[in-house]
């Protein structure tokens, strides 16, 4: 069966989105040949947006947003389309990869979300890597808080009101088995309340898959996608009303609009592994790889 992959670096209004386009690329790149030589598509999400966590280039891992307390606390989540198993992780400080953390949570701990020092000690029980905090908090976050501070406002991380265009990153795939899989990790909005946590590590609202119908990864204000449950919804429109990727994508978009006036862009990929990808911000990053053709759309 034909491999795909799709990811993403954030949605919002990109001041320079062709900064972007080689880091996305290589990530591309790279997990779309581990795709080809037979990895799973849970195995791929996980590499490609562990790959977008170690560039500070995008608002997740390393080069996370600072909250309002000049703090980095990431959250992550990843869903396995064959079982419907789920790991996620929320407000997490320290942890190198938060997206391998979700990844333990899944395999390891028996539960789907585990929060904050529980969490972080759940990862040093697994020995996954811990930073410092300076790895985390780049110069550019701290003037982009400053900046923000200044307005009075939470920024999505590509807002034209913040000078950083940087982004919540993501990633969907299906295998050569026609499985699915789906994770997504970010540090939240700059100037976020200290304990806010988004919809990237909320099952069904940032992240969903399920083989019956598409994996889906969003990006945008939290909070208008828990409220519409967008990532599920969006599934729910191929898997109950036959719609293809493209115009499940588009119809999910459509529902954050009409129903909450959100903010954001999601990417899809449906079980017969044709991608898309929506939004209603002015741009989005996105690269993917379907029908043997790499494409990168940085807008
Ligand atoms: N969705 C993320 C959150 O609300 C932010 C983003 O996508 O940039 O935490």
Redesign the pocket.
């Known amino acids: 069966m034909a491999v795909s992959l799709m990811i993403h670096g ?2 919002g209004a990109m001041r320079d989105p062709h900064r972007y386009e080689a880091s996305l690329r290589a990530i591309l790149e790279s997990g779309a040949s581990l795709l080809a030589g037979g990895s799973s598509a849970l195995a791929v999400v996980a590499h490609c947006v562990a790959l977008l966590e170690d560039d500070p280039l995008f ?1 997740a891992g390393r080069g996370s947003v600072l909250n309002a307390e000049g703090e980095v606390l990431c ?1 992550a989540s990843i869903m396995d389309g064959r079982t419907l198993r789920v790991g996620a992780a929320a407000a997490i400080r320290g942890v190198r990869n938060p997206v391998r953390l979700a990844y333990e949570i899944m395999e390891r701990s028996g539960h789907a979300l585990l929060v904050g020092e529980g969490a972080q000690r759940f990862a040093r029980a697994r020995q996954l890597a811990f930073e410092r905090e300076d790895y985390f908090k780049t110069e550019e976050r701290i003037a982009q808080l400053a900046k923000a501070k200044r307005k009075r406002e939470t920024a ?2 590509h807002s034209e009101a913040t000078d950083a265009k940087l ?2 990153v993501g990633a969907v795939a299906r295998d050569r088995n026609g499985d699915l899989a789906a994770a997504t990790s ?1 540090g ?2 700059t100037n976020q309340l200290a304990g806010r946590v ?3 590590p909320i099952i069904g609202a ?1 992240t969903f898959a399920d083989n019956a119908s598409c994996a889906v990864s ?5 909070e208008d ?1 828990i409220r519409t449950s967008l990532a599920r919804t969006a599934s729910f429109f191929v898997e109950f009303r036959s719609m293809h990727a493209e115009e499940a994508a588009r119809a999910a978009i459509r529902y954050l609009v009409d129903k909450v006036s959100g903010q ?1 862009g999601l990417i899809l990929v449906d079980r017969q592994g044709r991608c898309a990808r929506a939004h209603s911000t002015p741009g989005m990053l996105t690269a993917q790889f379907a029908g043997g053709v790499a494409r990168v759309d940085a807008t």
Request: hydrophobic share 25%.
């Open positions: 954030g949605a608002n959250d999505l991380d982004g919540t970010t939240g909005m988004g919809d990237s940032g969003c990006t945008g204000v939290g996608f954001g």
